[in-house]
């Protein structure tokens, strides 16, 4: 990247200064300035930095500090900390769910056939002979002219649903995005929608394809304590249970009702009706409470002409704290790539923005948030209480888990074909003569699974990127290796850790590219948009009185 930016340079330099010019290309950022920050962030002394432990101190202060140092504005009112209040809720469902009203009861077993949690806030909840239905793919989704709850009166009743969204692995490009997973796809949103209607219960069903993971992902995900953001009702308006069921024993309780064959045939249908299986769920989870709080770490600066209008940069700094030893006895989760590069790749842009000659029209935000681990609850925190308003947000920039294999000739954008915001880093891309990719699996709908969701639910354009595989120095079958091995050897494990030959060079360039379509948005008086079929549309258009 140096001589190909010093070649670049004696080009661009004369129009950069002279000020004009936010479209071309300029790369502040080095992988030093990027490692210096992995380096305090993933050390041992800080446990992983997992919330509420002396971790979230640390890397905290070190947030703020390193924001202070640059000359940064707090961004909460006078504080570089925004408090996020968390209630975690340990849930003991019974051992069985007993189902009846069939030919025969049936008792399906914790873990071996179900889980389930409640997020309600209370001592006890409890399912007594709820009625069971099959609700497709529970979806509503106007866009797409799709209702699975039409003409349903779901309340104090179990509702059964698929997971992924009708347009998965169906053959038609046109139904929903075929194969690209959309929010509606989403177990978050399965619950969502299910609360809406006033389910009792809803139980997902687990088929590893659409799922895109295994059914002990699922199981693992349900052995300890949740957090969630604490809600002024409690979470009263939450099913009472949430959870999923394994395709066997959903099988067994859609044959009770007669039904049988290929469910996601069934439910893809655009005639599909919701179906009572005539039968009756009982269960009871006894929960326990714990109310904390967490800090997302927030800076400003402040823009010359538009200080109202901001561009927001987000990094989640939380990791899994102190876990499970590996081989090797190494029982700290350090995170130095998830999510260590991604808020030392925000320092970084920091100090290239109070660097710059001329100072951004509009403000810019730094948001290293916590909870990401848990539930992207911080940026959840924030997206429902903004500091900066919504409507005046341009976009959200988001850095998660940066590759640590050096520079690529590509791009990947998550979740590509959403919004406006790949259109600025093709056009960079472009003059460096790079490429930019979608995300590897988009099936597996990594687009709602990083911190940018959250802005993307409440409207705000939001941009998730990495580095592709196509290494400069080895080619792209070696950089398919190594995300290959960052993933399955390193990923959520002990040995995701910092080392003095970390090659930061890629986190630099996924820097410097962000830097620079944070400089180009804070510069213009325009706001980037949704694509026509994406999801977040509307909610855009609402808030921006469209
Ligand atoms: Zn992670």
Same mark, same amino acid.
């Given at each position: 990247?140096?001589?190909?930016?010093?070649?670049?340079?004696?080009?661009?330099?004369?129009?950069?200064?002279?000020?004009?010019?936010?479209?071309?290309?300029?790369?502040?950022?080095?992988?030093?300035?990027?490692?210096?920050?992995?380096?305090?962030?993933?050390?041992?002394?800080?446990?992983?930095?997992?919330?509420?432990?002396?971790?979230?101190?640390?890397?905290?202060?070190?947030?703020?500090?390193?924001?202070?140092?640059?000359?940064?504005?707090?961004?909460?009112?006078?504080?570089?900390?925004?408090?996020?209040?968390?209630?975690?809720?340990?849930?003991?469902?019974?051992?069985?769910?007993?189902?009846?009203?069939?030919?025969?009861?049936?008792?399906?077993?914790?873990?071996?056939?179900?889980?389930?949690?409640?997020?309600?806030?209370?001592?006890?909840?409890?399912?007594?002979?709820?009625?069971?239905?099959?609700?497709?793919?529970?979806?509503?989704?106007?866009?797409?002219?799709?209702?699975?709850?039409?003409?349903?009166?779901?309340?104090?009743?179990?509702?059964?649903?698929?997971?992924?969204?009708?347009?998965?692995?169906?053959?038609?490009?046109?139904?929903?995005?075929?194969?690209?997973?959309?929010?509606? +796809?989403?177990?978050? @949103?399965?619950?969502?929608?299910?609360?809406?209607? #006033?389910? !009792? *219960?809803? %139980?997902?069903?687990?088929? &590893?394809?659409?799922?895109?993971?295994?059914?002990?992902?699922?199981?693992?995900?349900?052995?300890?304590?949740?957090?969630?953001?604490?809600?002024?009702?409690?979470?009263?308006?939450?099913?009472?249970?949430?959870?999923?069921?394994?395709?066997?024993?959903?099988?067994?309780?859609?044959?009770?009702?007669?039904?049988?064959?290929?469910?996601?045939?069934?439910?893809?249908?655009?005639?599909?009706?919701?179906?009572?299986?005539?039968?009756?769920?009982?269960?009871?989870?006894?929960?326990?409470?714990?109310?904390?709080?967490?800090?997302?770490?927030?800076?400003?600066?402040?823009?010359?002409?538009?200080?109202?209008?901001?561009?927001?940069?987000?990094?989640?700094?939380?990791?899994?704290?102190?876990?499970?030893?590996?081989?090797? +006895?190494?029982?700290? @989760?350090?995170?130095?790539?998830?999510?260590?590069? #991604?808020? !030392? *790749?925000? %320092?970084?842009?920091?100090? &290239?923005?109070?660097?710059?000659?001329?100072?951004?029209?509009?403000?810019?935000?730094?948001?290293?948030?916590?909870?990401?681990?848990?539930?992207?609850?911080?940026?959840?925190?924030?997206?429902?209480?903004?500091?900066?308003?919504?409507?005046?947000?341009?976009?959200?920039?988001?850095?998660?888990?940066?590759?640590?294999?050096?520079?690529?000739?590509?791009?990947?954008?998550?979740?590509?074909?959403?919004?406006?915001?790949?259109?600025?880093?093709?056009?960079?891309?472009?003059?460096?003569?790079?490429?930019?990719?979608?995300?590897?699996?988009?099936?597996?709908?990594?687009?709602?699974?990083?911190?940018?969701?959250?802005?993307?639910?409440?409207?705000?354009?939001?941009?998730?990127?990495?580095?592709?595989?196509?290494?400069?120095?080895?080619?792209?079958?070696?950089?398919?290796?190594?995300?290959?091995?960052?993933?399955?050897?390193?990923?959520?494990?002990?040995?995701?850790?910092?080392?003095?030959?970390?090659?930061?060079?890629?986190?630099?360039?996924?820097?410097?590219?962000?830097?620079?379509?944070?400089?180009?948005?804070?510069?213009?008086?325009?706001?980037?948009?949704?694509?026509?079929?994406?999801?977040?549309?509307?909610?855009?258009?609402?808030?921006?009185?469209?």
């Amino acid at each position: 990247m140096k001589l190909r930016n010093t070649w670049l340079l004696a080009f661009v330099a004369p129009a950069f200064f002279a000020g004009c010019s936010h479209d071309q290309i300029n790369n502040p950022i080095t992988a030093t300035d990027i490692k210096s920050h992995i380096a305090v962030l993933a050390d041992d002394s800080l446990q992983g930095r997992k919330p509420f432990t002396i971790g979230e101190t640390k890397a905290t202060a070190y947030i703020a500090s390193q924001f202070k140092k640059l000359g940064l504005e707090p961004g909460n009112n006078g504080s570089y900390f925004q408090d996020v209040p968390m209630v975690e809720v340990r849930s003991t469902p019974s051992a069985t769910m007993k189902i009846s009203g069939g030919k025969a009861d049936m008792a399906l077993s914790f873990m071996t056939d179900f889980v389930a949690s409640t997020r309600r806030e209370v001592d006890t909840v409890q399912l007594k002979n709820s009625p069971v239905v099959f609700a497709g793919y529970g979806i509503v989704a106007p866009e797409y002219k799709w209702n699975d709850y039409a003409g349903l009166d779901v309340k104090g009743k179990t509702v059964i649903v698929l997971v992924n969204d009708p347009g998965f692995k169906s053959g038609e490009h046109n139904l929903f995005k075929g194969d690209t997973m959309t929010y509606y +796809g989403r177990w978050t @949103y399965k619950y969502e929608e299910a609360a809406r209607h #006033g389910a !009792a *219960a809803i %139980l997902i069903v687990h088929q &590893a394809e659409p799922a895109s993971y295994a059914w002990n992902v699922v199981t693992n995900s349900f052995t300890g304590a949740k957090l969630y953001l604490q809600q002024s009702d409690k979470h009263m308006s939450r099913c009472k249970a949430e959870g999923w069921i394994t395709e066997d024993a959903a099988k067994k309780l859609l044959a009770a009702a007669g039904i049988t064959g290929d469910m996601r045939a069934i439910a893809r249908k655009r005639d599909f009706k919701a179906m009572p299986l005539n039968l009756n769920a009982s269960l009871v989870i006894q929960t326990k409470l714990k109310y904390s709080t967490s800090h997302n770490v927030i800076a400003v600066l402040k823009g010359s002409a538009r200080p109202d209008e901001c561009v927001l940069y987000t990094a989640h700094w939380d990791h899994l704290g102190i876990g499970k030893p590996d081989a090797k +006895g190494d029982s700290i @989760y350090n995170g130095a790539v998830d999510n260590a590069s #991604g808020v !030392a *790749a925000t %320092l970084a842009e920091a100090k &290239a923005f109070i660097a710059l000659k001329d100072k951004p029209q509009r403000s810019i935000v730094f948001l290293a948030v916590t909870g990401e681990e848990q539930g992207l609850l911080g940026s959840e925190y924030y997206a429902t209480h903004p500091i900066f308003p919504l409507n005046k947000t341009v976009a959200d920039l988001n850095m998660d888990a940066l590759g640590s294999y050096g520079e690529t000739n590509d791009f990947s954008v998550t979740g590509k074909g959403q919004n406006d915001l790949e259109d600025y880093v093709e056009s960079f891309a472009k003059q460096e003569g790079r490429t930019v990719t979608g995300d590897k699996n988009p099936g597996a709908g990594g687009y709602y699974r990083s911190d940018h969701f959250n802005f993307a639910k409440v409207g705000v354009p939001a941009l998730d990127m990495n580095n592709g595989a196509a290494s400069i120095a080895h080619g792209t079958a070696w950089g398919k290796s190594k995300q290959k091995e960052y993933n399955e050897q390193h990923y959520h494990q002990p040995s995701d850790n910092y080392s003095a030959d970390m090659d930061a060079n890629g986190m630099a360039e996924v820097a410097n590219m962000l830097f620079n379509v944070g400089n180009k948005l804070a510069n213009e008086t325009t706001f980037p948009g949704w694509k026509d079929k994406s999801e977040f549309k509307a909610v855009r258009d609402k808030s921006m009185g469209k």
